[in-house]
């Protein structure tokens, strides 16, 4: 069975920086939980951030990341990242559902540093760690796409 790591907020941990959650009740989801698929991971928790805490973004065109203080985080994301890549490869995970936007998990936007919502194509330290590592990423967004890759995967 191909695991998938999952951003834990979308599981409806209080994980997020004002400590709540952003539950998903996707069907795709729900049964992957009752399958036992999924490996959650919170990148942010894992690189020593609390809850609730500061927002924070990329710095647009680096890999930076700061609070709107200015304060460089980057050191935590960069650790959550590589505690979510051991993660996946202590499950043998080949798939990864991220939360949209996050400079951890953004998949295919994120926010431009300026604390002013700009949305910028681009993707999270964690996501563009998991891709270097081979593993599919998908947000919550694509959970139907994922789905199909992941029955492509197991042949069915």
């Known amino acids: 069975m191909i695991k998938v ?3 834990a907020c979308l599981l409806g941990a209080p994980v997020r920086i004002d400590g709540g959650h952003k539950r998903s009740d996707h ?3 729900q049964r ?3 399958e036992g698929r999924v490996v959650s991971v919170c990148p942010e928790m ?3 951030l609390g809850t609730p805490r500061p927002p924070s973004e990329i710095v647009d065109g680096t890999r930076r990341v700061v609070t709107p203080s200015g304060a460089d985080v980057t050191d935590a994301f960069v650790k959550g990242a590589a505690e979510s890549v051991a ?3 202590a499950f043998g995970v080949r798939v990864a559902i991220l939360k949209e936007g996050s400079p951890s998990c953004g998949s295919t ?3 431009d540093g300026t604390f002013t919502h700009t949305r910028v194509a681009g993707e999270g330290i964690t996501a563009a760690a998991l891709r270097q590592r ?3 990423v998908f947000s919550e967004e694509q959970l139907d796409d ?3 890759y992941v029955a492509a995967l197991e042949g069915d």
């Open 146 to 148: 994922a789905a199909r």
């Open 32 to 34: 992957w939980i009752e």
């Open 87 to 89: 993660a996946a490869d």
């Open 134 to 136: 081979g593993i599919a």
């Open 27 to 29: 069907p795709v989801l």
């Open 109 to 111: 936007f994120i926010y």
């Open 46 to 48: 894992l690189g020593g």
């Open 5 to 7: 790591v999952v951003s």
